[in-house]
């Protein structure tokens, strides 16, 4: 039977199993939900054994990774590891969901939940590829291993302990990552690179208690205005960081590379689907250019004082800021990271104190092996199912533990997924097409087919 | 009896009452206290029948007002008109407190609950002046009457809108506005001048919805670095005011009236107190200068994006502050609100929306009268009662309705109290001296005494 058919032969039942697998509030970063962690792990060990792969898990000091392979192609067949990931992001605000995150609702052919697309929807195709191919064919064309995580929401510190003692187990001559995007439904794209990343949690101090804003208004540094005067430094009137030193490292993409990549930016699409305009970046660079090939300084949080409905005439002690660096090929994430951190330091008023911890879990970019027998063969997949020559994008987002991953176990790196920019992800209202999760194991098996027949 | 003996043979039960006023949790500002606000106003009236005055309740839009009088004393006989207010500020955050903020509790000499300074404890000291005074002399030397609001920490919305209906009732020859403080345990002091007060709330809108931090991060502007860029323009390097117009209207004090101001500031005895150093306000005045005769902008408070223990990617759709300004004599509130609202909305990046919205409730900076009979009578008091001559002070703090309450009652004005800057009030672990609750009595029974010794 063709791969399509068999698919839609049991199409309930793959629906009904996602639907199950969402269910889990597998939130990596809070450590209230450690006991959905737990079993949403039990669950997919137990759906994975079930395709025909023996499956181990590795304990870490955080949350388990879930190892599974199968290898009875032989000696002489290629191996390929797959990337997904079983934590999602926290899915407040909670207000904002239409249906609640871990009770999946399927409305006009999209699917509601935390983890929809990122990463469940993913890994959820990647199986259901693996159960057409051992449906369609009793066997797989080559050996298959299963690396998936559960802290990439959160840094994947666990893997990356693991990483060394599992060396010899995660040995393949490729590695696909399924964890990326397409820029609209009926265009397929491979992801040619990934930005990497470092993140901060920064606190300005400036008493040891609460004051009155009327008392001390006037006599003490507020650190709310601190704060904002210290973050406010971090870029310049043309969109640059102003950080000294901060772009030195960057080794750009070779010019065949950046002319293989779809650029062309649609304001009014970009704009229909968040509202948002693309007035953000480096003035000098084009929307992709500044997302997919250029670093950034991101607030992602700021707290202080009061925020409530009413008011209170306060000056905090403290006020607290999240940040976060895109950063791109050549960028050491710890020497990145120290460089922000001594420069917002420096910049503290006097009688403020800015304290900046780098946080642990970052990871310098990565890119796809261009050229590769596997990148080739996903090519050629996503132009059969999609019908449309497939192109390439890459991504501004990070998976910080991929270029660890891809040295560890030797492989050949394949970025590819089926999100669209339009899924929420990290956000309130996630979702993931019914008709993407079909064509991401249509995609996926068949390039498992050829990627066989290239080396057959 | 001696005021002091009267005052120590019924201290148990004083203290007893004081404990049950403060286990109201009378917070103003937020609607889930209703209940609680009301079961305070019904005990507080009670309470001031009981001392011998006719009360009525002054229903308003939002919390009702108590009023009371006692004109036994005749027409020829002055008319003192007293304030305080009974709601507090919210008592966050709660895990600051020592104690809970509403079970109050007296350790080492020091009354601790929300509220036990501001100002039921300055509230409670008046109520028992009066107790002191019929008990020694069966009878008061002047009318009185009591004006005790439930909205000062919020706005004073209420008595705001009742002022013109009851302009008959409040007319009194003097208002003694009792919510203020005196420099140290051991030398007394009257206020010459409040500071006034507008607030703000601001949005700043980059997107319709959260937005991935990869993805996006350098296509949109994110609202947080929107927000801590326009607010860093409040400022500059000198600590002055950036906002054209700003300080035009300043009515300046005069110099014989600066000349009494006790204005030396002790750094070390600031730190020990709070933590903090005096690096806050225009560099060319020193910190009293800043704090009780130059005009403020205070963030009062920042949120926007992720604020947990975790790490969360976002470009938050929407970010917030709170802002408020401490206004001097000259300075018209809606003029300055204006201001302050069109200069940072205009301010706002290319792809982000500011608004700022003008909180109801500020109200202009109000001063003492000088050389009234009450400002003498009290400032004997003061010196009796601490053994100490009364010193001139001002307080950045702002009581917005004063300066229509001493208009709509046609008063001189005294503001006075036995606060602390050390008393952490709007803070965690507020708190108010045994001591003072007992010279707060003493001080307002002489004060009385004397101001009808004036007119007799």
Redesign the interface.
């Known amino acids: 039977m063709a791969l399509q058919t068999l698919y839609h032969s049991r199409e309930q039942e793959i629906l009904d199993d996602f639907l199950t697998f969402l269910r889990f509030a597998s939130v990596s970063?809070?450590p209230e939900y450690g006991l959905e962690m737990i079993n949403c792990l039990e669950w997919l060990q137990h759906y994975v054994e079930e395709i025909g792969f023996t499956t181990e898990i590795w304990p870490t000091s955080g949350h388990p990774v879930l190892f599974a392979n199968w290898e009875d192609a032989g000696r002489a067949a290629p191996t390929l590891l797959i990337y997904n990931h079983y934590d999602v992001?926290?899915p407040?605000?909670l207000e904002e969901w239409v249906t609640p995150p871990f009770e999946p609702t399927i409305r006009n052919g999209q699917i509601y939940a935390r983890g929809a697309q990122d990463n469940k929807g993913q890994c959820f195709y990647v199986l259901q590829a693996l159960k057409l191919l051992f449906a369609k064919h009793g066997t797989l064309p080559i050996n298959v291993k299963l690396c998936i995580e559960g802290e990439e929401e959160?840094?994947s510190h666990g893997l990356m302990e693991v990483l060394n003692a599992k060396r010899q187990q995660l040995q393949a001559d490729y590695l696909a990552v399924v964890d990326l995007?397409i820029k609209s439904p009926t265009q397929p794209a491979l992801t040619l690179g990934l930005?990497g990343?470092v993140?901060f949690d920064l606190e300005a101090t400036?008493?040891?208690?609460?004051?009155?804003?009327?008392?001390?208004?006037?006599?003490?540094?507020?650190p709310?205005?601190a704060?904002?005067?210290v973050?406010?430094?971090?870029?310049d009137n043309e969109g640059k960081v102003t950080i000294p030193g901060f772009y030195d490292d960057i080794v750009p993409l070779k010019k065949s590379e950046v002319d293989k990549l779809a650029m062309t930016f649609d304001p009014q699409g970009?704009f229909d689907m968040?509202?948002?305009?693309?007035?953000?970046?480096?003035k000098e660079?084009s929307?992709?250019e500044?997302?997919w090939l250029?670093p950034?300084v991101?607030?992602?949080?700021?707290?202080?004082?009061?925020?409530?409905?009413?008011?209170?005439?306060?000056?905090p002690?403290k006020?607290?800021a999240?940040l976060?660096c895109?950063l791109v090929a050549g960028q050491d994430p710890d020497k990145i990271g120290k460089l922000v951190a001594a420069y917002l330091e420096a910049q503290a008023?006097?009688?403020?104190d800015i304290a900046v911890t780098i946080?642990p879990g970052g990871g310098p970019a990565c890119r796809s092996t261009v050229d590769s027998p596997l990148t080739t063969a996903f090519a050629t997949a996503f132009a059969e199912v999609f019908n449309q020559p497939c192109e390439y994008i890459a991504?501004?987002?990070?998976i910080p533990i991929i270029s660890a991953l891809a040295e560890t176990s030797g492989s050949q790196v394949l970025l590819m997924g089926l999100g669209l920019?339009s899924d929420?992800?990290?956000?309130?209202?996630e979702h993931f097409g019914v008709d993407r999760l079909e064509k991401g194991a249509l995609v996926v098996a068949r390039g498992i087919e050829l990627l066989g027949a290239t080396h057959s």
């Open positions: 970063s809070e992001q926290p407040e605000p959160c840094g995007d930005r990343i993140t400036g008493s040891k208690i609460d004051l009155h804003s009327g008392y001390h208004g006037g006599i003490t540094y507020n709310l205005h704060l904002v005067e973050l406010a430094k971090l870029r970009y968040c509202g948002a305009h693309a007035t953000g970046g480096e660079f929307p992709y500044s997302s250029r950034t991101e607030i992602n949080g700021l707290s202080g004082g009061y925020a409530g409905s009413g008011f209170k005439t306060v000056i002690a006020a607290h999240k976060s895109r008023p006097e009688g403020i946080r991504s501004g987002g990070s920019d929420h992800i990290h956000a309130p209202n």
